[in-house]
């Protein structure tokens, strides 16, 4: 499972998005939002260099961009010019209202109000504690169902190798050899395997005259 759990939970990132922009009644670079991040989120080291597994962004800003996407939608926050992002009355209220903090409730309705601009997508998902709700956004999403389908799909294939008989583990070995560029063709694969073979199953040919040989 993706060490995002261990991330604060979206709500935070939402509060903390408003928070800062509050502090910068003229707006602020998108940037410098990022930047701020880390500092407002309490990100221990290894937090602010994590990456996601399948992409190359920094988990925390790929969040923290997708938390701005998500506010802009629900009215929260807007961004008049390209470069500049202000809070919005209706997110001021909304800190106004919870000045501690945002608890699950406001991130889900923050969501909740971005769905008819930004879309479905969102997803929750316990922790392996089985406690507070971890919500990640869709890409972290899609790289934790990579890595399940990638794991279930490992477990099916050793299971069903481990089904087949010793000859075609044999088979299997050489041409898994083969693929990682021993033998450059399926002829320069002999397969030996059998009563007598004195611990010998295949034999790989590493030149086409046959000189070079690996005895597996």
């Known amino acids: 499972m993706s060490s995002a759990e261990s991330f604060p939970p979206q709500a935070a990132f939402f509060y903390a998005i408003l928070r800062h922009l509050s502090a910068h009644p003229d707006g602020d670079q998108r940037t410098n939002i990022h930047e701020a991040m880390p ?80 879309g479905p997508g969102q997803v929750s998902a316990a922790t392996s504690e089985g406690h507070d709700v ?6 972290e999403r899609i790289d934790a169902v990579v890595e399940e389908l990638r794991n279930a799909v490992s477990a099916e294939l050793l299971k069903q190798v481990m089904r087949q008989p010793p000859v075609f583990f044999e088979n299997l070995v050489l041409e898994l050899l083969r693929a990682l560029g021993y033998g450059s063709s399926e002829d320069d694969l002999q397969r030996v395997g059998g009563s007598g073979d004195g611990g010998i199953d295949g034999i790989i040919s590493l030149d086409r005259l046959g000189f070079e040989k690996v005895y597996v």
């Open 39 to 118: 500092e407002l989120l309490g990100l221990s080291e290894s937090q602010r260099r994590e990456r996601l597994s399948n992409q190359p962004h920094l988990r925390y800003r790929w969040r923290s961009g997708w938390s701005l996407s998500v506010l802009k939608a629900a009215g929260y926050v807007d961004n008049p010019s390209r470069a500049l992002w202000c809070v919005t009355e209706k997110g001021k209220k909304l800190l106004a209202r919870n000045p501690g903090g945002f608890d699950d409730q406001v991130s889900r309705q923050i969501i909740r109000e971005s769905r008819p601009f930004h």
């Open 134 to 139: 971890v919500e990640l956004t869709p890409d």
